[in-house]
């Protein structure tokens, strides 16, 4: 079965150590995670994690099934990249001196779509949200200029399709 | 944080009463009708063994020499009794000692808590002395962990702790307390947990699943079950004699499965595995139908995975969903606990007898029995063999004992031919496979099953990894059965190294001591026997002890256990020499 990116969005209650749990599920199978996010979710009290790793859909059906184990964990689901809308930002730190110098420094950051966050008179800062390859783009573009710091976050994502997490809860609720 | 249990009230009920957090230990402990618990002392738990004193009446506290003893005799207790085992270590090292026996409990599917002592919140992360992540350590380990740093978590903490252990599919989980949280105050009161939003212990069954598991079932022409430690865990064992007498399907066990059914049940057709019989093996690989029923296809049971049973449809009755298609893919899955399903399953069922399909069985059974079996228990020359120890202790326990074993040789003969009339009676170690096992676990059993006869069955390698724990037998007077079938060799991997490695015997050979005089140093009755026209005497007089007994029987150096499917071949490519 051929290996391609997946992203494993997981449903939880916030607590300590579940990360760690969640990590050590795919660290036991020998998988690399090509990016993490945690944050709240949709639901008051729920937190998110959007994970992606690059496998084969039998391995990330047996990793989905090994993480909805645990106990603090309400749901877990896996999409393919076209189940999803995705996206990641990027920021890039530069030297304002380049910035004034160089017109081109502003037409890489309007072609992009890119957006100045910040300005002082030693650095300037953008922010760039957008597919892999877009910020990848934009790095190299600004590479030559001498990139003092680069960041980017992991992938955010949501699915296509309704997620019932409140549905899962409520159900609980009642029958409880 | 804030847990999100269903019922649990945060109002203190009217009998709410202010204790110190060691005393909510203990009086949760007795709230979920704990009376026994192993452990040792140290820095980190001395606040709750404070209170242990006061509670002593109520509470039995075992002494055991070693953290690892406390858990493994934890494992021994619940597996008999099928109540939660619980087992207490201070911080540090006490809690890194507990980790092979939670890494045990979790791989069988043990319900087990563990309570350890942590260094103080203020110290946490400071490199305190005896400080240690056990929280990390055991993450991957147990079914759930938790560390309490307040002492007003510890009652709603510690009915999750018991809840999480026993329900849906049972493990170990751990409780972290810190010292400031022992020590500092509460108003208790006790509720039991019944729920937890987050975690579905077992799936609801679903009709049709088990309607088409019916249909297959009647439909099939050579039908054979796998049955493992499910069906002990849900209590399932009246109602799957009763699946199986009436349809007639013969029925093979998984190492732990053995003694959910009688051995010498008519449809009993042994075990499955490695080292399992000969039938059951070759046929996996014959049946049209393979009906695994709460076993998990582990490694040692399928041998080569893409030759296994890959002409069968498979029908998987399995409580934890994540092991449906996990190992071999489930042409029917069947979810929920086994005692649920099995008795819808009993319902649809067709009365069948499948003779000709048993006469294969038979027919199998025999060509065992001509090449191993037969040798097995009837050797006339030479050292005495494991498996006429074994079937003299059959002789005296006509099958009520509950045997426990260590790992290695003697684990599978024990395994192969011990005799079983009741359920919860094998104890094992099967996933992880720890050495040293036994003793610690034969002390649980017998305190978990007091009216019974209790032997442990024990290699000389196995035995000396835990041997400290004739202290704990000599405290407690706990009359257990040792046997140690002593070969003065790892066995198993010198069966290995003999096979596979050119019998190049690389660290296998054991110098051992005397081990009649440190049985004795214990002040344990112990014999040693090496003579055939011996053995049925000294295993009797073992039996008949009314105290702890230890018996040494010398027994054939380089003997081999028989059938085997040697590591990658499929199982029906199981070797009979």
Known sequence: ?176 | MEVKTASFEKTASPKATTVSGAEAVIKCLLEEGVDTLYGYPGGAIMPVYDELYKYQTQIHHVLTRHEQGATHAAQGYARVSGKVGVAMATSGPGATNLVTGIADAQIDSTPMVCITGQVGSHLLGSDAFQETDIIGISTPITKWNYQITKAEEIPEILAKAFFIARSGRPGPVLIDITKDAQFATLDFSYKKCSGIRSYKPKPEVNLKEVERAAEAMNNAKKPMIVFGQGVILGGAEEIFEKVVEKSGIPAAWTILGLSAMPTDHPLNVGMVGMHGNYGPNVLTNECDVLIAIGMRFDDRVTGNLEKYAKQAKVIHFEIDPAEINKNVHADIPVLGNVNETLKVLLELLKPNKHEAWHQKFKEHYKIEFDKIIKNDLNAERGKIGMAEVIDEINKCSQGNAVIVSDVGQHQMVACRYSKFNQTRSNVTSGGLGTMGFALPAAIGAKMGAPERDVVAVIGDGGYQMTIQELGTIFQTKVPVKIVVLNNDFLGMVRQWQQLFFEKRYASTEMINPDFITIAKGYHIKAKQVSKRENLKEAVTEMMQSKEAYFLEVKVEQEENVFPMVPTGASVSDIRLE
């Open chain 1, 1 to 176: 079965m051929e290996k391609k990116n997946f992203t494993v969005s997981v449903y939880t209650e916030n607590n300590i150590g579940l990360l760690s749990r969640i990590a050590a599920i795919f660290q036991k199978r020998h998988i690399n995670i090509e990016s993490i996010t945690a944050s709240r979710s949709e639901v008051n009290g729920v937190m998110r994690f959007i994970i992606v790793v690059q496998v084969t859909e039998d391995q990330v059906k047996k990793i989905v099934g090994q993480i909805e184990k645990q106990i603090e964990v309400i749901k877990a689901f896996y999409h393919t990249d076209e189940e999803m809308i995705y996206q990641e930002t990027a920021l890039y730190k530069i030297n304002s001196a380049e910035f004034v110098d160089d017109l081109n420094i502003q037409d890489f950051i309007k072609e992009s779509n890119a957006r100045i966050v910040t300005v002082t008179p030693k650095f300037f800062v953008i922010e760039k949200t957008g597919k892999r390859h877009e910020t990848d783009s934009l790095y190299e573009k600004l590479k030559p200029y001498g990139l003092m710091q680069f960041v980017r976050s992991g992938t955010i994502a949501v699915t296509k399709n309704e997620m019932p997490i409140s549905n899962i809860l409520e159900q609980f609720d009642t029958t409880n």
